[in-house]
Nanobody, 122 residues
Framework: VQLQASGGGLVQAGGSLRLSCAASGRTSSMYGMGWFRQAPGKEREFVARITWSGISAAYADSVKGRFTISRDDAKNTVYLQMNSLKPEDTAVYYC????????????????WGQGTLVTVSS
């Protein structure tokens, strides 16, 4: 599976951005997709994930109520709508693909996409 992320950029605090991640390859075997982020000097952390059926989604506490993950299975694309952005949301955001349930519930996805930088100015 190959993942192509896009949509990062510079935004003021309180603003919004939408990240996209297009998947190609063995997409019919995917269990779910998700987003992680890594801020400068910090470890990569979980942000959100969604099963490919769309039935189940989960969020980090730090983004609940502000971020929404969704997917378009016709386009093999997952989105991360980020609202009410804060300076502490500044990070490189990575999309991820999970090929099974074990991967889906872990910090170790089956595949990583390249990162896209989100910078939130105060």
């Amino acid at each position: 599976v190959q993942l192509q992320a896009s949509g990062g950029g510079l935004v003021q605090a309180g603003g919004s951005l939408r990240l996209s991640c297009a998947a190609s390859g063995r997409t019919s075997s995917m269990y779910g997709m998700g987003w992680f982020r890594q801020a400068p000097g910090k470890e990569r952390e979980f942000v959100a994930r969604i099963t490919w059926s769309g039935i189940s989604a989960a969020y980090a506490d730090s983004v609940k109520g502000r971020f929404t993950i969704s997917r378009d299975d016709a386009k093999n694309t997952v989105y991360l709508q980020m609202n009410s952005l804060k300076p502490e949301d500044t990070a490189v955001y990575y999309c991820a693909a999970h090929m099974n349930r074990v991967s889906y519930g872990s910090r170790h996805p089956s595949y990583w996409g390249q990162g896209t930088l989100v910078t939130v100015s105060s």
